[in-house]
């Protein structure tokens, strides 16, 4: 039998062997105050795990609010649907910010929606696996006819497991780290969802400035080569002259349909990430340019302190070990017992009085020993404590690596911002002044208006960069628990035995 938790096929044939061996034994009378004190007991004992759900979205709610301002909302309802739908369409009427696109994908969108109910669903399931199973009743009746005479006899039992009752304050301990494990796998669910929605967010922007730029570009090149074609047609202009001036329009015009794709396929992608319809994406509109850079970096130090002391991942590891050491025990004595049964048994037969007793039945470790099982869970702690020493190293690592990305894109953005982009303007402004002094000619002056533009895009590609890696060290001090995204439900080894009850 694996785990503490009984099957019913046990239970049925405890019930019968009870039957069977109180017809030829009389067993010890149980008062009925007796009995139902147990019952009670067991009663009592089977509902002191409480459902979990509520509070586990309560935390996670707080765990949002803390941290990204925003709270969770569960939209189980179709009343909660419909004032969803409303608050959308009001956000949807103006201009979408990073901060109002966050609280859109935790609060309406359907994918994190779905994370929600997942988590509430396998919190149900810990809550379950920390009860007692409920007690099984038989009832048996037999009709004989002997001689004419009609002999009936009745047999009753109500059969549960010893050990399930000695082993619920072990088994509630266990469901607690378990909830844990999943408050923190959902508040890992936040961590994510809001990462995505910023990096989707800022792609979205920075694609849509790109598009403004690429289009003045070809702007310039299309007045450069509609120049060209009649210098050439009066005889100002050789063949190849006007080709050269063309090529470049060519190009102008490939970089802005790609730019315009670009822009379409962001755009779609933050339309996933916040869940919206069709109707409600063709509504929505996104700021004209990314948010200027900070006056100053974030301190490295209290970033790196506060991964180390916040990373979900850190404290994951540390409730699986947590379980792991408290499934030690449990383990310990499974391994040599795992099933000791009780049954009250009441036979009645006809001009005979009323049998009553109990039967015990558990196992006899004759061909398991279980130190098969206790190996296993000596490995698996072992496993646990050095996972928990790895995430840690882990942790810190990528939080200095993070953070080292984040300080080089902000050195960059502020490069161009600071260095490069006056420098073109004012390559510009002088380049002006010769040509309204007729130094230079018209296509100078266009190829030094294509030039600035570049200089332009490459400044919004780094900024673009800069809050990419700013949404990616946010993410990264918070961090994100292992496993996450390959199980929804917490291990729960040692709470539900066997099939997990009846």
Same mark, same amino acid.
Request: with cysteine; aromatic share 6%.
């Given at each position: ?303 790196? $302190? =506060?991964?180390?002391?916040? +990373?979900?991942?850190?404290?994951? @590891? *540390?409730?699986?070990? &947590?379980?792991? /050491?408290?499934? !030690? ?71 200095? $690596? =993070?953070?080292?990305?984040? +300080?080089?894109?902000?050195?960059? @953005? *502020?490069?161009?911002? &600071?260095?490069? /982009?006056?420098? !073109? ?78």
């Amino acid at each position: 039998m694996e785990g503490v938790c009984p099957r019913t096929a046990t239970f049925r044939k405890a019930g019968h062997l009870a039957r069977r061996n109180a017809r030829k034994r009389r067993g010890p009378e149980m008062k009925p105050v007796g009995r139902l004190g147990v019952l009670f007991g067991v009663l009592v004992l089977s509902g002191c795990a409480s459902l979990d759900v509520d509070r586990n979205l309560s935390d996670t709610s707080t765990f949002a609010k803390s941290n990204y301002g925003n709270e969770l909302r569960r939209l189980d309802s179709d009343e909660t649907r419909r004032e969803a739908q409303t608050e959308v369409d009001t956000l949807l009427e103006q201009t979408l910010t990073q901060a109002n696109a966050e609280r859109l994908a935790l609060a309406y969108s359907p994918a994190f929606q779905i994370l929600l109910a997942e988590n509430a669903a396998a919190s149900a399931r810990v809550t379950q696996s920390a009860r007692l199973p409920n007690p099984v009743f038989s009832f048996e009746k037999l009709v004989r006819n002997e001689e004419g005479v009609r002999d009936l006899d009745i047999g009753r039992t109500l059969a549960f497991s010893v050990l399930d009752l000695l082993f619920l304050p072990s088994r509630i301990g266990i469901a607690k780290s378990a909830q844990e494990r999943l408050r923190l796998q959902s508040a890992g669910d936040v961590v994510q969802a809001i990462s995505e929605t910023r990096q989707a967010w800022v792609n979205a922007v920075a694609a849509q400035q790109s598009v403004a730029y690429f289009e003045r570009v070809y702007e310039a090149a299309d007045a450069g080569a509609e120049l060209a074609r009649r210098m050439q047609a009066a005889g100002n202009f050789s063949r190849l002259q006007r080709a050269h001036e063309h090529e470049f329009y060519a190009e102008a015009a490939a970089q802005l349909k790609r730019a315009k794709q670009r822009k379409m396929e962001t755009r779609e992608t933050l339309v996933r990430a916040l869940g919206l319809t069709s109707l409600q994406a063709q509504r929505l509109k996104l700021p004209d340019r990314l948010p200027d850079l900070p006056k100053a970096l974030k301190d490295e130090a209290s970033i790196l $302190q =506060q991964g180390l002391d916040e +990373r979900l991942d850190v404290r994951m @590891a *540390r409730f699986e070990l &947590d379980t792991v /050491v408290r499934n !030690r025990g449990l383990t310990r004595v499974q391994s040599v017992v795992d099933g000791l049964h009780v049954g009250l048994v009441s036979n009645s037969e006809s001009g005979k009085p009323t049998q009553r007793g109990y039967e015990v039945e558990f196992p006899i470790p004759l061909f398991d020993f279980g130190d098969a099982r206790r190996s296993q869970v000596e490995a698996e702690y072992m496993a646990a404590v050095h996972r928990a020493q790895q995430t840690a190293v882990s942790a810190a690592s990528q939080l200095r $690596q =993070q953070y080292s990305a984040y +300080r080089t894109a902000y050195e960059l @953005a *502020r490069h161009y911002r &600071d260095e490069i /982009v006056p420098l !073109r303007k004012t390559i510009s402004d002088e380049r002006m002044l010769k040509y309204n002094g007729m130094l230079i000619g018209v296509f100078e002056l266009l190829a030094d208006a294509r030039e600035q533009v570049a200089s332009v895009l490459a400044a919004t590609e780094s900024e673009r960069d800069f809050w990419l890696a700013d949404a990616q060290l946010q993410a990264a001090v918070l961090g994100r628990p292992l496993n996450a995204s390959s199980s929804r439900e917490p291990a729960v080894a040692g709470v539900a035995g066997g099939d997990g009850g009846h």
